[in-house]
Structure formats: C-alpha cells, structure tokens
T-cell receptor, first 110, second 115 residues
Framework: GQQLNQSPQSMFIQEGEDVSMNCTSS?????WLWYKQDPGEGPVLLIA?????ELTSNGRLTAQFGITRKDSFLNISASIPSDVGIYFC??????????FGKGTKLSVKP | EAGVTQFPSHSVIEKGQTVTLRCDPI?????LYWYRRVMGKEIKFLLH????????ESGMPNNRFLAERTGGTYSTLKVQPAELEDSGVYFC?????????????FGSGTRLTVV
C-alpha cells in the first residue's frame, strides 16, 4: 500500500532556531497536508497543498509540494515553546482517506 | 460550532473484554472517518462512512472490529474481544465533502489501553 516516509523522527532545538522536516513517498499524491498534534488532542491542519511545486506559508510555517508530487517539506522559522508537538505529513488517497507519515516529534528548549 | 467529540477520552480494559468507542461528528457532516495510531507509528485509516453507509472499510484490522453509524449521525467502534495489540489512540474525523481535505476535523481521540 501507499506509505509516507517522514524524517526526522524527533528533533530537539533551541528556541529561536529554524526547523525543517520532510516526507517522501513512492506514490504520487494530488493533495499533501501537514498536521500538528498537541498532547491529548487530535491532529490539527496547518497547511494544505494542492498543486505540484506549490509553496504556501501560514505565519512562521512554510510548506512546499514537490514537483514530482512524491515529496513535501515543512519549515518552521524562529521556533517558540508552543511549537512543541508532533507534526505529521499526510497524503490524500483517492477515496478521501488520509495516509500519514509516522510523525516528527518536536521539542523546543527555552 | 461544536467540534468532533469522542468518548471516552481514555479506556483501560483487560484482554478479552469488549470496548465501544463513540464519535459525534460535526453536525451536517456526512463523511465520518475512523483512524488509529499505535504507539510510535503512523496514524492509520480504518474506515469511512458516508451518512450511514460504509464507503471504505479497507483499513479495518480484522473482524474483531465493528463500526456502525445508525441514522447517519454518531458512530460507534466496537472491539470484541480486545487484544493487546489493539492498544493505541483512536481518532475520529468528519468532513462535509471528501474532495477537499482541508475540511477534515479530527476529534481529540480515545486512548485505549488493553492489559
């Protein structure tokens, strides 16, 4: 089945640093999404990408949909303590269901 | 508007017992999805309802799992009998249409621990 490879698995950074994480797939996706999960909560959508090559920003977050439609990255600039959480990439399957990566756990040291 | 509500938030049961999880989607959302995250792994799709009909149940692990959505409103996911490997966080999500993934809203999940 379709799988997403997300890296890194975890990151420990200092407040103020920039963060980058990425996902790759052997399959093509027409929609690529990035979610954040806070402890005890469900995933919340950060950015949705619909076109190959699309670069989209949401505040300090920037994400790009790869030209081949098989990869995406998410950058967080000038990290703050509330950025702590698990970040998931996801591709949308043909039936509307989402296929997720394993997540990147982000820890921010003040 | 109220979000997607899941109950209970936590459940600890013994192997062999039965557990029923409930999801109340956002009012008016015809599409309801169940997902599961086993510790340290990816969030995996279980099944998709459109109103009361099962549109896709290809992700259901085995016949110990039974999902229903009577009347097309709330949904239940029953695990009977529960096994140790069923432990994880079960998420429900709902959307009005299925074509735009940015319409997806997740609930806070039910953390199931089977001991």
């Amino acid at each position: 089945g379709q799988q997403l490879n997300q890296s890194p698995q975890s990151m420990f950074i200092q407040e103020g640093e920039d963060v980058s994480m990425n996902c790759t797939s052997s399959s093509i996706f027409n929609t690529w999404l990035w979610y954040k999960q806070d402890p005890g909560e469900g995933p919340v959508l950060l950015i949705a990408l619909y076109k190959a090559g699309e670069l989209t920003s949401n505040g300090r977050l920037t994400a790009q949909f790869g030209i081949t439609r098989k990869d995406s990255f998410l950058n967080i600039s000038a990290s703050i303590p509330s950025d702590v959480g698990i970040y998931f990439c996801a591709g949308r399957g043909s039936q509307g269901n989402l296929i997720f990566g394993k997540g990147t756990k982000l820890s921010v040291k003040p | 508007e109220a979000g997607v509500t899941q109950f209970p938030s936590h459940s600890v049961i013994e192997k062999g017992q039965t557990v029923t999880l409930r999801c109340d989607p956002i009012s008016g959302h015809d599409n309801l999805y169940w997902y599961r995250r086993v510790m340290g792994k990816e969030i995996k799709f279980l099944l998709h309802f459109v109103k009361e009909s099962k549109q896709d149940e290809s992700g259901m692990p085995n016949n110990r799992f039974l999902a229903e959505r009577t009347g097309g409103t709330y949904s239940t996911l029953k695990v009977q009998p529960a096994e140790l490997e069923d432990s994880g966080v079960y998420f429900c999500a709902s959307s009005q249409g299925r074509l735009r993934a940015n319409g997806y809203t997740f609930g806070s999940g039910t953390r199931l621990t089977v001991v």
